[in-house]
C-alpha cells in the first residue's frame, strides 16, 4: 500500500504525466524532451530521477548520449495494469491542445535528428560513413558564384556561416543586438571574416539599394509584422537580375508556436507564398517542398524568385495575407 500510494503522488504531477505520454511514444534524451515540454533541462532531469526509481522510466546509454523510455513491462503485473490505464487515457486525450502540442514537437524533434549533419545511416538502418547533408550541401556551394549575399533575419548565424563558405561577402541582418552577438561569437570560433553583422528589421532592411546579388529570408517570413514589406525590402535590396531564396512553413494549425516562438502568422499557404512573391515584382517564381516528414505538422516550403533584368518592379496590389490565428 506505500508503494502504491507513493506511486499515485508520483503520478499526481501534469509534467510528469506529459513526459510519460512523450517517452511512451519515442526513446528521447534529456535536451530532446527540454525541446519538447518547455521544461528547464533541471527539471526534467529531476522528473526522470523520481520516475526513474519508481521503475516507470528505464535508461540506455549510447554514443555518449542517456536515451529514456517508458518501461511498462518492466514491473509487476499491477504496475503493467496501471500502464494499460495510462496508455487508454494517454489516447483519448490526444486532441487536447498541450498534448496535441507535444506530439508537434516531437515530430519536430525527431525531423531534426534525421536530418542532424551529425546522422550518417540510411533509411534502411545500413551505415554509409561520411553521407551526410551537410557534405552534400557544403559541396554545391562550389558550384555557386561567389555572391553578395544578404541573410535577413539570421538568427544564431548557422545558415549565416554555411553560405559564408562559398560567398563573397554575406550581411547578416536580425532584430535581437544578443543573438547577433551570440553569432558574431560563433562566427569567431570558426574563424569566418567574411561576414558584416547588422542590427535591423527585415521590413526595414539596414542596406542600400541594389547592393547584394542573393537575399535569404530562412524561417524569417512567419516573424515579420508585414511579411508583403519585408518582401519588398529584399527585393529593393537586390541588384537587377538578383535572387531571393525564401525557406518558411506550409500553413499550419499549430497555434503554440505564436506564444512559445513568437511566430506572427502559422505558416503561409503555397497559393499565398506564390502571390506574395510575384506582387513584390518578381519573376520566374518556383516552390517545391523542401521537408516533410509524416506525422509533423510543419511542412518546409522552399521558393525562389528573380528580380527583373530591367530594375523595374510592377506595383501591383499587396497580397492580402489571412490573419494570424491568435492562440488560445
Avoid at 536515451?67 to 495510462?86: E, H, I, N, T
Avoid at 524568385?305 to 494570424?324: D, L
Wanted: net charge positive; hydrophobic share 45%.
Amino acid at each position: 500500500m506505500k508503494e502504491f500510494g507513493a506511486l499515485c503522488r508520483l503520478l499526481g504531477d501534469e509534467a510528469r504525466l506529459r513526459l510519460l505520454r512523450v517517452l511512451s511514444l519515442e526513446r528521447l534524451n534529456v535536451s530532446e524532451l527540454t525541446s519538447i515540454l518547455g521544461i528547464a533541462q533541471s527539471g526534467v532531469s529531476r522528473h526522470l530521477g523520481l520516475l526513474k526509481d519508481a521503475g516507470l522510466v528505464s535508461e540506455d546509454r549510447e554514443g555518449g548520449f542517456a536515451f529514456y523510455r517508458a518501461s511498462p513491462g518492466d514491473r509487476p503485473a499491477w504496475v503493467r495494469d496501471l500502464w494499460s490505464l495510462l496508455g487508454a487515457r494517454f489516447e483519448a486525450m490526444a486532441g487536447e491542445p498541450a498534448l496535441s502540442a507535444d506530439a508537434a514537437r516531437l515530430q519536430e524533434v525527431l525531423r531534426q535528428r534525421k536530418e542532424s549533419f551529425a546522422t550518417h545511416g540510411t533509411e534502411a538502418g545500413q551505415l554509409v560513413p561520411g553521407r551526410s547533408w551537410a557534405a552534400w550541401a557544403r559541396a554545391l556551394g562550389h558550384l555557386l558564384p561567389e555572391w553578395r549575399v544578404a541573410d535577413l533575419g539570421c538568427g544564431e548565424g548557422y545558415l549565416t556561416l554555411e553560405t559564408a563558405a562559398w560567398a563573397a561577402e554575406v550581411v547578416a541582418v536580425d532584430r535581437s543586438a544578443e543573438v547577433l552577438a551570440r553569432a558574431r561569437e560563433l562566427a569567431r570560433r570558426r574563424g569566418v571574416r567574411n561576414v558584416i553583422w547588422r542590427q535591423g528589421e527585415i521590413e526595414a532592411v539596414p542596406l542600400p539599394d541594389a547592393s547584394v546579388d542573393l537575399a535569404c529570408l530562412s524561417q524569417a517570413l512567419h516573424h515579420a509584422a508585414d511579411p508583403a514589406q519585408a518582401l519588398a525590402e529584399a527585393v529593393r535590396i537586390l541588384v537587377p537580375g538578383g535572387r531571393l531564396l525564401v525557406l518558411d512553413l506550409r500553413a499550419h494549425d499549430q497555434a503554440w508556436v505564436q506564444q512559445r516562438l513568437g511566430d506572427r502568422w502559422l505558416g503561409f499557404s503555397d497559393r499565398e507564398l506564390k502571390s506574395l512573391l510575384r506582387d513584390a515584382g518578381l519573376e520566374t517564381v518556383r516552390l517545391s517542398v523542401g521537408a516533410r516528414l509524416r506525422g509533423d505538422p510543419f511542412t518546409v516550403l522552399v521558393a525562389s524568385a528573380v528580380k527583373p533584368a530591367s530594375g523595374a518592379t510592377r506595383r501591383s496590389r499587396r497580397t492580402r495575407v489571412r490573419e494570424p490565428k491568435r492562440a488560445a
